[in-house]
Structures are given as structure tokens and as C-alpha cells.
């Protein structure tokens, strides 16, 4: 049987303490009593982003000031095939009015979410989980001790999702730095993974592991890690990515960057066009600082990632 492809808008409404917006679906909906993202279908003529504000003034009286695209997923139900259009609603106005949901609710992205929930929302729900900003360290170039205590000011800072790439550090020190590493991150409750080498992420007990593009074209599948990512230049990397069901991919370069001398930015416009509608999280990489960070998001970035500007002392 195949069914009819049906466009939906979901909004992810983030409050400001980072917890989202969860509605449970009222007793005569299909799928009576999940939870889902407040959210309906696509009508004719509308672009997912109309649906949504359309959406969320009917069914929670808000009108929507500020909103991103972030994922897009499909899903095949008994009763129709979906495809989702996850948008984020950074700004709204008006108090929230419950008018079609049974029951609201603000969900912390790191705890427990709402059970039962709508069957394609778990990738969401770990995408949600994903921080916002990677740390990607550079040990071999600064120096390991300079690098750790970099870390610990970036983790006390905020930084919650550290790469180790460190390619040119020697398998001892390298291993070492790596454990170092994962002992402060693990200490501020945050995620670290290894690029590339996956025999080193397992025997130190890392979150997962981080594909560069290369080995991201020539593995079968996904490694078996709670959490791999990628390294992306362009759509079929991205879409590499998906086929795979990886965590998050990076993309980039944004600007020029040190780490690609010679190589011209994609630039934000280049970047939300090769972003746009993917399954997946992905961060903006390349010549970008924290303050880029609206930016990033306002393209369809679920976040940036940064090598030499993470790690900078803060200037008094
Ligand atoms: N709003 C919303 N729908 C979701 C989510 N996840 C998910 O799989 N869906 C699916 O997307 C479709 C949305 O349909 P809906 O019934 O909410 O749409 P609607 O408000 O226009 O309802 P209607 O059928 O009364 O016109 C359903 O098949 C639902 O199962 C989600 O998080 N939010």
C-alpha cells in the first residue's frame, strides 16, 4: 500500500532555562495520549514555517516572533507517511493557552521526556540532548598541558561536547591525553568523542566517535557508539551522514580558516542551502567564534564547532 506524504509542522519552543515544550495529544487524536511537538499539518499553499505560526496561535494562542528550521525527518505510520518540518521557536508573544492538547508540559532536554511519545520523535528528543557547542582540541599544536587547562576553563564555561583530534600526538601521549580529557569532561557532565580512531574511543570509554570525511565515504555502517558524528564539506557527505543514522555531522568551512588555508567559506547563505532539510543536527564549523552562534542557528545550524577560538583566554 503506499500512502500519501503528509507535510507536517512541529515547533520546538525553548524557554530560556533550555527546556522544551511537550503537548499530549487529546483523546479522540489518532495516537490519543502521545506526546508530540506542538504542531499540525502543512495546508496547501503554506510554506512549513506559515503552517507553524498558523499552528501555534491556534492551538496554543502565541504568536511566534522568532523561528529557525532545525530537522527534518520522515516517518512511515500505519496511517500516513510524514514528513515532519522540527522548527525552533526562540521567541514568541503571548501566555501559553492549552486548546487542543490534553496536557502541557516543559521537559528538560537531559532528563527523562514524556512517555508515551509519538514514535518518530526519538531522534529528536536525542538531538535535543546534543549541546550546542563543540570544543574541537588541538593538543599537538599548543601544547598538553596548555590544551587541558583550556578545557577545564572552556567545561567551566559552559562547553559540554568535546572532539578529540590529535592526529599527530604519538599513540601514548595521545591515549593519555585522551583520558585526561575525558576525566574533565566527564567531571562537568558533558559528552567527548574520538576522531577517527575507534579502538582508542572504546578502550577509553569515550561517548563515541567522529568520522572525518574520508572514512565517512568508506564505512558500511555505523560504527557502534552511543554517539557518532561526521565531518561534512558538501550535500552527499550530509546525506552520507543520514543514510548512516549518525548523531550530528559538522559542515564547513563557513569563513576561511587556518585549518584549510587556501580554501574560500561556503558562507552562511551556502551553508543553510546545503544544510536545509536533513534528519540530523549540524553544526557550522570553520573560522567561527561563540558570538556566531545566532547566526549559525538563524541558517539551520543546530550549533557551531570551533578549534582555535574555543580554546582562546578570555581578554579582561
Ligand atoms: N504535531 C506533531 N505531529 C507529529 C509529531 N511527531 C509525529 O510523528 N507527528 C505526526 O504528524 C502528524 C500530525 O498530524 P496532526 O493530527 O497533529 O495534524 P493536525 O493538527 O493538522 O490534525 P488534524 O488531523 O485534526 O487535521 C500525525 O501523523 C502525527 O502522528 C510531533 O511531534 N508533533
Given at each position: 500500500?503506499?500512502r500519501?506524504?503528509?507535510?507536517?509542522?512541529?515547533?520546538v519552543l525553548l524557554r530560556?532555562d533550555?527546556?522544551y515544550l511537550?503537548g499530549?495529544?487529546?483523546?479522540?487524536?489518532?495516537y490519543?495520549g502521545?506526546?508530540?511537538f506542538?504542531?499540525g499539518k502543512?495546508?496547501p499553499g503554506?510554506?512549513?514555517?506559515?503552517?507553524?505560526?498558523?499552528e501555534?496561535?491556534?492551538?496554543?494562542g502565541?504568536?511566534v516572533?522568532?523561528?529557525r528550521?532545525?530537522?527534518?525527518?520522515?516517518?512511515?505510520y500505519?496511517h500516513?507517511?510524514?514528513?515532519l518540518?522540527?522548527?525552533?521557536?526562540a521567541?514568541?508573544?503571548?501566555?501559553?493557552a492549552d486548546?487542543?492538547?490534553?496536557?502541557?508540559?516543559w521537559?528538560?532536554?537531559?532528563?527523562?521526556?514524556?512517555e508515551?511519545?509519538?514514535?518518530?520523535?526519538?531522534?529528536?528528543l536525542k538531538?535535543?540532548?546534543?549541546?550546542?557547542?563543540?570544543?574541537?582540541?588541538?593538543a599537538?599544536e599548543?601544547?598538553v598541558?596548555?590544551q587541558l587547562?583550556?578545557?577545564e576553563?572552556?567545561?567551566?564555561?559552559?562547553?559540554?561536547l568535546?572532539q578529540?583530534r590529535?592526529a599527530t600526538?604519538?599513540?601514548?601521549a595521545?591515549?593519555?591525553f585522551?583520558?585526561?580529557?575525558?576525566a574533565?569532561v566527564r567531571a562537568h557532565?558533558g559528552?567527548?568523542?574520538?576522531?577517527?580512531?575507534?579502538?582508542?574511543?572504546?578502550?577509553?570509554?569515550?561517548?563515541?566517535?567522529h568520522?572525518?570525511a574520508r572514512?565517512l565515504m568508506?564505512v558500511?555502517?555505523?560504527p557502534d557508539?552511543?554517539?557518532?558524528?561526521?565531518?561534512?564539506h558538501?550535500?552527499?557527505g550530509?546525506?552520507?551522514?543520514?543514510?548512516?543514522?549518525l548523531d550530528?555531522?559538522l559542515l564547513?568551512p563557513v569563513?576561511p580558516?587556518?585549518?584549510?588555508?587556501?580554501?574560500?567559506g561556503?558562507g552562511?547563505e551556502?551553508f543553510?542551502?546545503?544544510a536545509?532539510?536533513?534528519?540530523?543536527?549540524?553544526?557550522?564549523?570553520g573560522g567561527?567564534a561563540?558570538?556566531d552562534?545566532e547566526?549559525?542557528?538563524?541558517?539551520?545550524a543546530?550549533?557551531?564547532?570551533?578549534?582555535?577560538a574555543i580554546?582562546?583566554?578570555?581578554?579582561d
Open positions: 500500500m503506499t500519501k506524504r503528509v507535510e507536517v509542522a512541529a515547533g530560556e533550555g527546556c511537550l499530549q495529544r487529546a483523546p479522540d487524536a489518532v490519543a502521545y506526546w508530540e506542538p504542531g502543512v495546508e503554506e510554506s512549513p514555517a506559515q503552517a507553524l505560526v498558523r501555534l496561535d491556534e492551538e496554543l502565541i504568536r516572533t522568532r523561528l528550521p532545525w530537522l527534518c525527518r520522515e516517518h512511515l500505519e500516513a507517511h510524514v514528513r518540518h522540527f522548527q525552533e521557536v521567541a514568541w508573544e503571548g501566555e501559553l486548546r487542543v492538547h490534553s496536557a502541557l508540559a521537559v528538560r532536554p537531559e532528563g527523562p521526556a514524556r508515551p511519545m509519538l514514535p518518530a520523535n526519538g531522534p529528536i538531538a535535543l540532548r546534543l549541546p550546542r557547542t563543540m570544543g574541537i582540541t588541538q599537538a599548543i601544547g598541558e596548555v587547562d583550556a578545557l576553563r572552556a567545561l567551566a564555561g559552559g562547553l559540554r568535546v578529540v590529535e600526538l604519538p599513540d601514548a595521545r591515549e593519555a585522551a583520558r585526561a580529557a575525558l574533565r557532565g559528552l567527548l568523542v574520538v576522531n577517527e580512531d575507534e579502538v582508542l574511543a572504546r578502550r577509553i570509554g569515550a561517548d563515541g566517535v568520522l572525518p572514512r568508506a558500511q555502517a555505523r557508539f552511543p554517539w557518532v558524528g561526521a565531518s561534512c558538501d550535500r552527499a550530509l546525506e552520507r551522514a543520514a543514510a548512516l543514522e550530528y555531522a564547513g569563513q580558516t587556518l585549518t584549510h588555508p587556501g580554501q574560500a561556503m552562511w551556502g543553510a542551502s546545503t536545509a532539510g536533513l534528519p540530523l543536527p549540524v553544526f557550522a564549523l567561527l561563540a558570538d552562534m547566526r549559525a542557528r538563524d541558517a539551520g543546530h550549533g557551531i564547532a570551533a578549534i582555535r580554546w582562546r583566554p578570555v581578554r
